[in-house]
């Protein structure tokens, strides 16, 4: 709509120059996690197609439950493809098979936009306590805007077998990456209020979800389709700010609970954060 009275055209102008010189200033980037639900030969086209349109608004996308086979690499190729087709390019990497259990081994995977983010050296599987956790994090380091971050994914064992024995080992991580901004994400299948994660806390790390169940029900019961607050992100707030986060209710596009788990049992869940004044690195360092 045309304003022609000039009594509004100075707020208006004020507003878009605050907005958009805000934005050039501020270091900001979106990640998101995702627990793929077997990720692999399985996925139709159709739902990696639905998978690409669910993340082409991040900058870096960090996901879990990678098949180990030939397949689950395949499938991450073919997300990276469908992404490529959305208006930007992508990159990705995929982790080793995790050293779990024959039945439980799976992969990881981070995927990322090449003009927002750069990935720096490549991607590793933390070995300080391989033979105390089953799935092993999955770390890398990425710079945006010349601030370093290091996403730290990891996909914990299931609550039944007390994931809270592996992840008190994160409190130590800190410590062993000393100077790295830490960022852990993933599917811990445990609350973010549980106590294991008290260390972290005291050590200024945060969650950015509360209260907030990120797990499937099979079938929705009082319009209530989720189940279990297990997937979060946690960051240090002495190192980053956190300017929004949230979680994409992706069974709202599908006509019922079995349709959407094809997709996956979980729910993808975001951060955008601020990393103004962190640390930086120089560009050499970076991959291209």
Known sequence: MFIKTRQYRLPILLSFFFFFFNGMLIAQVKVCSWNLQNLGKSKSDTEIQFMAETLKGFDVVALQE???GYGGPQAVARLADELNRTGAKWDYEISAATNSTPYATERY???WKTAKVKKI?????EQNFVDKIDREPFLADFSYDGKIFTLVSFHAIPKKK???????????LPDLYSGKNLIFLGDFNL????????????MSYRPVLKAQKTTMKMKCVAEECLASE???IFFNSG?????????????KSFPDMKA?????????VWAEFDFEGGSEISNDLLEH
């Open 162 to 172: 007390q994931p809270e024995t592996e992840i008190k080992y994160f409190k130590f």
């Open 230 to 232: 297990y997937d979060n």
């Open 109 to 111: 995977a981070f995927l």
């Open 191 to 202: 609350p973010q209020s549980h106590t294991v994660f008290n260390p972290l806390k005291k």
């Open 121 to 125: 050296n490549r991607a590793v599987l």
């Open 260 to 268: 959407v788990r094809r997709i996956s049992d979980h729910i993808p």
């Open 66 to 68: 990678v098949v180990a």
């Open 239 to 251: 190192k980053a700010e956190l300017l929004a986060s949230g979680v994409v209710l992706i069974y």
